[in-house]
């Protein structure tokens, strides 16, 4: 069973568009949970974290989160052709074994058409 | 995070050879953490360090890898008796100490990256 599932995607967006990433993880001692954003060829780099269960909003990208269902998401508003890159969805535990890591899906990739 | 420095960005090795790749923390980071990325695969975790210490290597292969952070210089990935499977991705990340609460230190950054190919 895959610990964090994406859909890979590609997920082809209007430019201006709302752009809407999933992701749902299996570990229910699952804490924290982040977004990282990579460019071909490139290293990760953080969007967003989040914590508790609703959203979190951060200039154009909302993170959200629902611990029950086991999900979530990241939503980019006014899509941009730069915001095309492959979208990391991460998830770690609480505390115990495995605390310290963060166990990635494969990744979702975006592409904004101009 | 571009400070978190990896070297060299991207390394030859004929089969048999050895590879080391070496990691320099951003400034005021004591933890090390190297993720390996296979082509059209995600980020896997290796190994957890901190300074002279091994905190958690359950990613790790049994055989041929190896991790240190030594107390003084860049923490070192080596891998021995390099195998074609082994071409990947090596990113080495970094974060401060968890000073206290559940989230403190809690936020990992990436570096660009060592890009290992073994013909």
């Known amino acids: 069973q895959k610990e964090v599932e994406q859909n890979s995607g590609p997920l082809s967006v209007p430019e201006g568009a709302i752009a809407s990433l999933n992701c749902t993880y299996s570990d229910r001692v699952s804490q924290s949970f982040f977004w990282y954003r990579q460019y071909s060829g490139k290293s990760p780099e953080l969007i967003m974290s989040i914590y508790s269960n609703g959203d979190k909003e951060d200039g154009r990208f909302t993170a959200q989160l629902n611990k029950a269902s086991q999900y979530v998401s990241l939503l980019i508003r006014d899509s941009q052709p730069s915001d095309s890159a492959t979208y990391l969805c991460?998830?770690?535990?609480?505390?115990?074994?495995?605390?310290?890591?963060?166990?990635f899906g494969k990744g979702t990739k975006l592409s904004v058409i101009p | 995070n571009a400070g978190v420095m990896q070297n060299p960005r991207h390394l030859v090795r004929r089969r048999g050879q050895e590879a080391r790749l070496r990691c320099s923390p951003m400034k005021g980071h004591s933890h090390v953490y190297w993720y390996r990325q296979l082509p059209e695969e995600g980020l896997k975790f290796m190994v957890y360090?901190?300074?002279?210490?091994?905190?958690?290597e359950s990613g790790m292969p049994k055989e041929r890898f190896s991790a240190e952070f030594p107390k003084e210089g860049p923490s070192i990935l080596r891998i021995q008796q390099v195998v074609r499977g082994d071409s990947a991705a090596y990113f080495c990340?970094?974060?401060?100490?968890?000073?206290?609460?559940?989230?403190?230190?809690?936020?990992?950054?990436f570096g660009e990256g060592s890009w290992l190919t073994v013909v």
């Open positions: 991460a998830v770690r535990r609480a505390s115990g074994a495995g605390s310290y890591q963060l166990t």
């Open positions: 360090l901190q300074k002279e210490n091994i905190i958690d």
């Open positions: 990340a970094s974060s401060p100490p968890r000073t206290g609460g559940p989230f403190s230190g809690n936020t990992i950054y």
